[in-house]
């Protein structure tokens, strides 16, 4: 599956990417909520008001890993620039993307992950919580356990369904983050290496998208015998760095030059202040809990 994102990338480029991800999206959606509707009676409702997991530090670290890929890492900022920058080249140097239209995406695209996000926690309370189950450790066998669980207790229909959205999940995160990292790292190259040659972008992007897909199969190989505790290293280094991108991303948008009229408001710079320290305290409390 890398390594055929990879191709579908290095030849389509861009544009594949955004038509083949708003396909998948399309299925995510509708086989997520589906599946949502059907679990609704399963779900123990009590629990939400059940907050005995605060006192045990395993759920505290468990939230920190958690939090560092939901909804996405913050270094996404990044990827997302560029994409936009790609989206700007259709309309021509002369006609970018006006800031509104990209600020309206942006909260669209964050509104309706939330809404998934909620969504696959349910999914998951009403199939493997009510079921006390626990997950099983490798990647494949995780897999196969939930579409078994949807199968025994829901049925054929919607086991189909959570095996339609789990696939698209892969395949959307796997197209996503191979271009993510490919053109980040090219981007990063050509601005080092002063070229701004749209020839010599492409090469490095070639280059730099096989080297990370070798470098995940490798992983796959390599570090997936312990699938949670893999998960939980990525996620929690994830959430771990986050507030040193987050502060490059404030300095960025309130240091650097670019339009007046573009920067944050008073009021966002504020959030934006109190969500790093949130972010650094939080951060702090794991290594504590780690160390403990």
């Given at each position: 599956?890398?390594?055929?994102?990879?191709?579908?990338?290095?030849?389509?480029?861009?544009?594949?990417?955004?038509?083949?991800?708003?396909?998948?999206?399309?299925?995510?959606?509708?086989?997520?909520?589906?599946?949502?509707?059907?679990?609704?009676?399963?779900?123990?409702?009590?629990?939400?008001?059940?907050?005995?997991?605060?006192?045990?530090?395993?759920?505290?670290?468990?939230?920190?890993?958690?939090?560092?890929?939901?909804?996405?890492?913050?270094?996404?900022?990044?990827?997302?620039?560029?994409?936009?920058?790609?989206?700007?080249?259709?309309?021509?140097?002369?006609?970018?993307?006006?800031?509104?239209?990209?600020?309206?995406?942006?909260?669209?695209?964050?509104?309706?992950?939330?809404?998934?996000?909620?969504?696959?926690?349910?999914?998951?309370?009403?199939?493997?919580?009510?079921?006390?189950?626990?997950?099983?450790?490798?990647?494949?066998?995780?897999?196969?356990?939930?579409?078994?669980?949807?199968?025994?207790?829901l049925g054929p229909i919607p086991a189909l369904l959570a095996a339609i959205a789990a696939l698209s999940v892969m395949l959307t995160t796997a197209i996503a983050a191979?271009?993510?990292?490919?053109?980040?790292y090219a981007a990063g190259w050509d601005e080092l290496a002063g070229t701004g040659d749209g020839t010599r972008f492409r090469a490095s992007y070639a280059?730099?998208?096989?080297?990370?897909?070798?470098?995940?199969?490798?992983?796959?190989?390599?570090?997936?015998?312990?699938?949670?505790?893999?998960?939980?290293?990525?996620?929690?280094?994830?959430?771990?760095?986050?507030?040193?991108?987050?502060?490059?991303?404030?300095?960025?948008?309130?240091?650097?030059?670019?339009?007046?009229?573009?920067?944050?408001?008073?009021?966002?710079?504020?959030?934006?202040?109190?969500?790093?320290?949130?972010?650094?305290?939080?951060?702090?409390?794991?290594?504590?809990?780690?160390?403990?």
């Amino acid at each position: 599956m890398l390594a055929a994102a990879g191709l579908l990338l290095i030849a389509g480029g861009y544009g594949w990417l955004d038509r083949i991800n708003r396909l998948l999206l399309a299925f995510l959606v509708v086989s997520t909520l589906a599946t949502t509707l059907l679990v609704l009676p399963r779900v123990e409702w009590g629990s939400l008001f059940a907050f005995g997991w605060a006192a045990d530090p395993m759920a505290l670290l468990f939230i920190v890993a958690l939090a560092g890929f939901m909804p996405n890492p913050l270094d996404a900022s990044v990827a997302v620039s560029l994409w936009t920058i790609e989206g700007e080249k259709p309309h021509g140097t002369e006609r970018p993307i006006p800031l509104a239209t990209a600020r309206s995406g942006f909260v669209w695209s964050y509104g309706l992950t939330t809404l998934l996000a909620v969504c696959f926690c349910i999914m998951g309370a009403g199939v493997m919580h009510s079921a006390d189950t626990a997950p099983a450790p490798d990647a494949a066998g995780f897999a196969a356990q939930i579409i078994d669980l949807y199968r025994s207790t829901l049925g054929p229909i919607p086991a189909l369904l959570a095996a339609i959205a789990a696939l698209s999940v892969m395949l959307t995160t796997a197209i996503a983050a191979t271009d993510a990292y490919g053109r980040t790292y090219a981007a990063g190259w050509d601005e080092l290496a002063g070229t701004g040659d749209g020839t010599r972008f492409r090469a490095s992007y070639a280059f730099f998208t096989l080297g990370w897909i070798a470098l995940a199969i490798a992983a796959l190989f390599l570090l997936l015998a312990e699938f949670a505790s893999f998960i939980d290293l990525v996620t929690s280094t994830s959430f771990l760095i986050a507030p040193v991108i987050a502060l490059l991303n404030h300095l960025v948008v309130t240091r650097c030059p670019m339009p007046e009229d573009t920067r944050p408001g008073p009021a966002m710079r504020w959030l934006s202040l109190a969500a790093i320290l949130v972010m650094t305290g939080i951060a702090a409390m794991y290594l504590l809990l780690r160390a403990g």
